[in-house]
Every structure is written in structure tokens, then in C-alpha cells.
């Protein structure tokens, strides 16, 4: 849906990109009577990474988002905006190894006994060995995952899967992402547990470990997530003072002199309008927002430095009930390229027009301009049905189409110097621009959930009815686990905060949402330019 956009605009906070970020911040600025505008250069969808695409009546949720959250305040919001249209969901994830399936997380018996015999007792003697001898000098994800399980185990269910999302070796990843991303697990707390179970001595909710007890249902749209974010846009346009003015790309964010701004924005066909604004909020990717500000700061160069991580989906249509009762399952198998397939139909009914077939998604992590990325749509979907069939889960003559969508910037990726480009550019534009105000995950460079996201925004639009920054949005901590345990809604008492700004416990839970991302390990090359 567009609206008629005139040449020049003339409004109150001028926004960029229509994302979680983007459309929260719009939507609570109308709200409260501001006037705003806001620019998507995708032609048809809003939502960004959390958007909901439709094809021929199929609905493909892009990565998959449980609509869960600690802070109160994000959730009486999409309640608020999308009030009748949530549906609870069971939740199931798996993991599949050479044919079989195995529970997420991990279940020391199962997993032994979907292993065999011999191939069990070689990671439990892979697993003493290093008990008895572990790595000294442990820099990596492989050295201390290798400590924690052996590397047997580490080898099947830990180094498949992370290389293919992050497109890297495993030794060279930090091992200080390894302590966070897997802490309190343990391969004899593992085996403890399975035993309490067997006993049944274990009554923990999903009969899980107790040091990480799973979400047993989750909320989500009853047509995928994509209608939160249409919801909002309608209310934004309806309220008679917000613009969301489709398929029109950033092309330059001048600062007028004055303290406000003259953003431009250009359609595939070349058509530009302009908006000036006292207010800009920027979701768009850090890396395109420094190439393009006017005057062009000192620290555009960081921002060339920032890197992504890019997914695309192929969604494959299957004749026939649903192949498994998963939400997702992690692929960690090295036959194939796919890493994670989603089961659409699991996330809700509405996502699949016709009971007679089932609908998968096949989730390929890749760089863009790589080899996976570049391939003609027909040639994915033949690949997708290809790997299917290697799996074993599916017949290849009961797939009836196909369809696929590319997600470019998926993943910030978290670099040796990452923090001091981000940190650059964010100096220099607080100090030069008070009232430019970056927000959501590409804005920020930070690798967090929907509800930061969110709530980014909130505490931005306090900032600006507030007149100034009362709120520093760039406190966030990591915490892996977010999305894994805990209760919605916990958090709402008003503890004090350093400086002179404070937030609730309520909004700090959703701001300690970012999760955490692997960074590439210092060579020793590296250590010693750091001391020369």
C-alpha cells in the first residue's frame, strides 16, 4: 500500500526504512501528533527481515520470529497494534544428523543412542581424553567446544552448522563467543539429566535441562509475523499524519545547517521526492547510511568497513501431509549446503492455503554476490528439492513448485574491528548531529531480537518528544539465552542508571536482547601489530 507521495514533504521526523524499527517509531510519533514520513525502497513489503512474503497464497516467514518478550512494554504494543490476530504456538526444534533426528537441546541418552554403538563410545572416549588432557591455550569455538564435549561430539552436533551460518572455519572463531553462546552445558550435566529422566526424577518443563528451560508455546500472527508490520503501517496512514512511501531508496541525508534535514529518496524508475524534517531516524544499514549523509563525515570510511552476512530462502510446495511436526530443524549434516528448514504450516495453519500440501522453506546462509546468492531462482529450487531428497524428507516427485526470497544484510557480522568502526561513526554523528538517531539492527550494527529492535525505537521517540537524549539506546548487553527462557512480560520496576538518564527494568529487558555473534580470533600477526 502507498500512498500518493508529493514531490516535497514537509514533516516533523523524516524515517528511513520501514522495518520493526522504522514503523514503531512511526507509529508511536503519530501517536503522540508528530508528523512523519516514511521511506521502504522494497515496492510491496514492510517489515524487513521480519516481513511475511506471499506467493501464489503461501505465506514464508523469513528466518522465523516467536513473538516473545521480557519487557511489558513491547508486548502490551504488538498487542495494541495487532490485538485479535495472535494464535499460541507449540514449539519443537530438532536436530538432524545422517537420517535421524535429535532433541534441541541435546539429550545425552538420545543422542547416544541415535549415534550406535561404537560411534557413542568414540565420543565418550573422544570426550575423557580431552577431560585428561584438555587444551591449554584455548583461543577458538573448536578449542573450547572441543574442551567441553570432545571432538567427536563437537565435530557432529557443534562445527557443521556454525560454519555454515557464519561462513567461517571454527578455528577461527572466538572462544569467548563459544563460553557465552553454550554456557551451563555440559556433556556430564547432559548425561546427569538423563538419568534423572529415565528415573523419573527430571519433571522440568520440555523435559529439558535444567540450565535452560525451552519456551514450551510461543505467540505468533496468525498469518506470519509480516501482519504486525502491515497492522502498523495501516494505523500509521490512517491516523492523517504519517506517510509510508513504498519502493523509494535512500539516496541522500543532507543536514540543512539549521539542525534538521532534506532527505531524498529515488525509485527504480528514477522518480525522487524530498522530505525535510527537524527529526531523522535512520534503520538503514550503517555501512549505506555513512555513504550517503551530506556533509559526508570524517567516519563514512568505518562505515565501508562494516560486513554482513546475507540468507536467502526456497520455499518448496509438497504435495501431501506435513512432512515433520517442527518448527525448524538445524541441519547438521556436511552432504548438504541447506543449514536450517522451516515447516510453515507448524508456525501456523494460515501460512499453507491448501490442507492437501505441505510448504518448507530450505534457509541458505551465503554472502551476496557468492556463488548460492547469484544462482537463477529455478536452479535454487532444484537444489532445494535435490538436498531434500539426500535428507530423506521428502520425495522429490511430490514437490509442485517452488519459490525463492533473497535477505541481504541478514546478519551484521561482529569483525576484529567492528566495535571501533561502530563506535567512530556513532561519535561523530551524536557529537555533530543531535537530532539524527540510529536505531534497529542495521542501524546499529547489532545483532539483536525483533523487540530490540522495538525498543530502540521507543526510547528514540522519548528522546525526541523529550527534546533531548534522555535515553542512551546504546546500552545493550548479550544474552544468547533471550529467546530461550524466562517469562513474558517479567520486567517493570524503575531501577536508577548510570548518568543522568535511566530506563526501566521492563525496557532494559528488551534492550539486553542483542544476541551474540562470533568474532574472528586475533592472529598472532595481529597481537603483535597491537603492541607495535
Not at 497492522?231 to 540543512?256: C, F, H, P, T
Not at 546462509?365 to 537444489?383: K, N
Not at 561502530?422 to 548531529?433: D, I, S, T
Request: aromatic share 10%; glycine share 8%; net charge negative.
Amino acid at each position: 500500500m502507498n500512498t500518493a507521495p508529493s514531490r516535497e514533504l514537509d514533516v516533523d521526523v523524516a524515517i528511513i526504512g520501514a522495518g520493526p524499527a522504522g514503523l514503531t517509531a512511526g507509529y508511536l510519533l503519530t501517536k503522540a501528533g508528530k508528523t512523519v514520513a516514511i521511506i521502504e525502497k522494497d515496492e510491496t513489503y514492510v517489515g524487513g527481515i521480519s516481513r511475511t512474503v506471499e506467493h501464489e497464497g503461501y505465506r514464508f516467514d523469513i528466518g522465523g520470529h516467536r513473538f516473545f518478550s521480557k519487557s511489558q512494554q513491547v508486548v502490551d504494543l504488538w498487542n495494541e497494534i495487532l490485538p485479535d490476530d495472535f494464535i499460541q504456538r507449540p514449539r519443537m526444534s530438532r536436530i538432524y544428523y545422517e537420517g535421524k533426528f535429535y532433541s534441541y537441546p541435546l539429550r545425552a541418552f538420545e543422542a547416544l543412542s541415535n549415534l550406535g554403538i561404537l560411534r557413542s563410545t568414540a565420543c565418550m572416549a573422544s570426550y575423557l581424553w580431552r577431560k585428561a588432557f584438555p587444551i591449554q591455550n584455548v583461543k577458538s569455538f573448536e578449542d573450547w567446544t572441543t574442551n567441553q564435549f570432545g571432538h567427536k561430539l563437537y565435530s557432529i552436533f557443534f562445527k557443521t552448522y556454525t560454519e555454515k551460518v557464519w561462513g567461517m572455519p571454527c578455528n577461527e572463531m572466538s572462544a569467548d563467543w563459544a563460553a557465552q553462546r553454550i554456557k551451563g552445558l555440559s556433556l556430564w550435566s547432559a548425561v546427569t539429566d538423563g538419568l534423572k529422566r529415565s528415573l523419573g526424577l527430571n519433571k522440568t518443563p520440555n523435559d529439558g535441562m535444567a540450565t535452560k528451560t525451552l519456551l514450551e508455546t510461543f505467540r505468533y500472527p496468525r498469518q506470519g509475523p509480516g501482519m504486525m508490520w502491515e497492522a502498523a503501517r495501516d494505523k500509521i496512514i490512517a491516523s492523517g499524519k504519517g506517510q509510508v512511501i513504498m519502493g523509494y531508496g535512500l539516496e541522500q541525508l543532507a543536514n540543512d545547517g539549521e539542525g534538521g534535514w532534506r532527505m531524498s529518496a529515488v525509485s527504480k524508475a528514477g522518480d525522487k521526492i524530498i522530505v525535510k524534517a527537524g527529526h531523522a531516524i535512520s534503520s538503514a544499514p550503517m555501512r549505506e547510511l555513512g555513504a550517503r549523509l551530506h556533509p559526508l563525515p570524517e567516519t563514512s570510511w568505518n562505515g565501508t568497513k562494516l560486513n554482513y552476512r546475507d540468507f536467502l530462502t526456497v520455499a518448496l510446495m509438497v504435495e501431501g501431509e506435513d512432512l515433520f511436526p517442527d518448527n525448524w530443524i538445524y541441519i547438521h549434516d556436511s552432504k548438504v549446503q541447506v543449514g536450517r528448514v522451516q515447516n510453515f504450516r507448524s508456525w501456523s495453519p494460515e501460512m499453507v492455503p491448501d490442507e492437501t500440501m505441505a510448504c518448507v522453506g530450505l534457509e541458505y546462509f551465503c554472502f551476496e554476490g557468492d556463488g548460492l546468492w547469484d544462482m537463477a531462482d529455478a536452479d535454487l529450487v532444484t537444489l532445494a528439492t535435490t538436498e531434500m531428497k539426500t535428507l530423506g524428507l521428502l520425495d522429490p516427485a511430490k514437490v509442485k513448485g517452488g519459490a525463492v526470497v533473497r535477505q541481504e544484510k541478514a546478519y551484521p557480522v561482529y569483525d576484529e574491528d567492528y566495535a571501533a568502526n561502530v563506535a567512530a561513526m556513532r561519535g561523530e554523528l551524536e557529537y555533530k548531529y543531535p537530532t539524527l538517531h540510529l536505531v534497529g539492527r542495521n542501524g546499529m550494527h547489532r545483532y539483536n531480537n525483533q523487540d530490540h529492535a522495538m525498543m530502540t525505537a521507543m526510547l528514540t521517540v522519548e528522546n525526541i518528544l523529550a527534546g533531548e537524549r534522555v535515553y542512551d539506546i546504546w546500552c545493550v548487553n548479550e544474552d544468547a539465552e533471550y529467546h530461550e527462557a524466562g517469562d513474558e512480560g517479567a520486567e517493570k520496576a524503575l531501577p536508577a542508571r548510570e548518568a543522568a538518564s535511566s530506563v526501566s527494568e521492563d525496557q532494559a529487558a528488551a534492550l539486553n536482547s542483542m544476541r551474540a555473534v562470533p568474532e574472528r580470533i586475533a592472529t598472532d600477526e595481529d597481537d603483535h601489530r597491537r603492541v607495535a
